[in-house]
Each structure stands twice: as C-alpha cells, then as structure tokens.
C-alpha cells in the first residue's frame, strides 16, 4: 500500500516571501498521480496543483509550483510571494493509476502567514 | 465548481442512533466518494462508488454502510453512531474538468459530525 509523509506540522513564513512544503511517499508503482489540496478555515477542501509521474517538467500554477523529485519519491509545494490568504492546512495526497481512483493523504502542514 | 453538495452540514447526535449524510453531485459523475478526516491523520477513505448500486469499501469503513441509488447521491450511513465516529466528513467525485488531462477529486463542503 502506499503511504505519504508530511513531516513538518506547521510552518509559518513572512507575507511576500517563499515558503516550501515537505512530501514525501512510498509507492512500488512507476506512474501515479500526486496532489496539493489547500484547506483554509472554511473547511473547503480546494486543488492546489497536480503532477503526473510520467512528465519531468514540474508543475506551475501562478504562485505555487511543486519540485517533483520522482527517484527520491519526494514531492515539495513551493508557495511564492506570499499572502494572507495562503493561511491553510494544505494535504500531499497520493493516486495510482489503476482501480478506484482513490487519493492517499498525509497528515497535513499548517501554513502561517505572518504579516 | 464541482457542483457538490453535502446535507446536513453539522449534525449532534447521541451514541446508538443512526445517521445518514447525503451527497449530491449535478454532473452524473461515475466515481463518488467518502472520506472522513481527524486531526493527525489526515483524509482516510470509508467507502467508494463507481455506478449506481456498485460500492466498496476504503481503509476506515467498519461502523459504515453506503447506498447509491441514482448517479447523483451517494449516502452515508452510521447505523449506530459511536463517539469514535466524531469526525467532519467530506464527500468527494472524480472528474476532468476543463482542460485538465488528469482526473482529479473535487470535494463538497464537508459535515461535521458529534456523537455525544
């Protein structure tokens, strides 16, 4: 089974700088599917950026890319300049290609954003 | 927007009774989902759909049941509440949504669930 670590429950950052976040998982399978879900205090659960095994080139989504390091089975989000509303707990989830389509979650990281 | 909604949002309920959440979808998405998420553990899988009448079960689903009668609801039902079932639950479809060339989950709004 697959399993995924985030390994820093909380980090905090100065508003306007950058700040990574730390994914690490365990798979057996060479292509999957790897998430970034941001959970602000609404409780919504909302798709940050995706990245498919298969593509070297990394992810980018405006001010969040991730550093997909598929050898090392790492996975980090890097949120650049900074805002309020980046204040979150945000999820690594993991899914595999085959089956049920279902996601494999860490434990989260809390984001603080310090003005 | 997904076009998720779950019913109730906050429920309190005492042990021993039953409980049914509601998940509706307005896209007749095939896959349905859903997950139960306590601190320190993040989102763990109770039960799945991938059609109507067709489930399974995820990581989490003993004390849990599931229905899928039509495409657009998935219930979830607690038979007999326990204080171990305290939990804020999310319902969550598979789709492709725009230009998207993955599926990917999109979740409803959550419910938040007290068994006292």
């Known amino acids: 089974a697959q399993t995924v670590t985030q390994s820093q429950p909380e980090m905090s950052v100065q508003e306007a700088e950058t700040v990574t976040l730390s994914c690490t998982y365990d798979?057996?399978?060479?292509?999957?599917?790897l998430f970034w879900y941001k959970q602000p205090p609404s409780r919504q659960m909302i798709l940050v950026i995706r990245?498919?095994?298969?593509?070297?080139q990394n992810a980018t989504e405006n001010r969040f890319s991730v550093n997909f390091q598929k050898a090392a089975k790492s996975f980090s989000l890097k949120i650049s300049d900074s805002q309020l509303g980046d204040a979150a707990m945000y999820f690594c989830?993991?899914?595999?290609?085959?089956?049920?389509?279902?996601?494999?979650f860490g434990t989260g990281t809390r984001l603080t954003i310090i003005p | 927007d997904a076009g998720i909604t779950q019913s109730p949002r906050h429920k309190v309920t005492e042990t021993g009774t039953p409980v049914t959440l509601r998940c509706h979808q307005t896209?007749?998405?095939?896959?349905m989902y859903w997950y139960r998420q306590d601190p320190g553990h993040g989102l763990r899988l109770i039960h799945y759909?991938?059609?109507?009448?067709?489930?399974d079960k995820g990581e989490v689903s003993d004390g849990y049941s599931v229905s899928r009668s039509k495409t657009e609801d998935f219930l979830l039902t607690l038979e007999s509440a326990t204080s171990s079932q305290t939990s804020v639950y999310f319902c969550?479809?598979?789709?492709?949504?725009?230009?998207?060339?993955?599926?990917?989950?999109?979740f409803g709004p959550g419910t938040r669930l007290t068994v006292l």
């Open positions: 969550a479809i598979s789709a492709r949504l725009a230009a998207v060339s993955t599926d990917t989950q999109y």
């Open positions: 798979t057996s399978e060479s292509d999957y599917y």
């Open positions: 990245q498919e095994a298969y593509k070297q």
């Open positions: 989830a993991y899914r595999s290609p085959f089956g049920n389509e279902k996601l494999t």
């Open positions: 896209e007749n998405h095939r896959y």
């Open positions: 759909s991938y059609g109507v009448k067709d489930t």
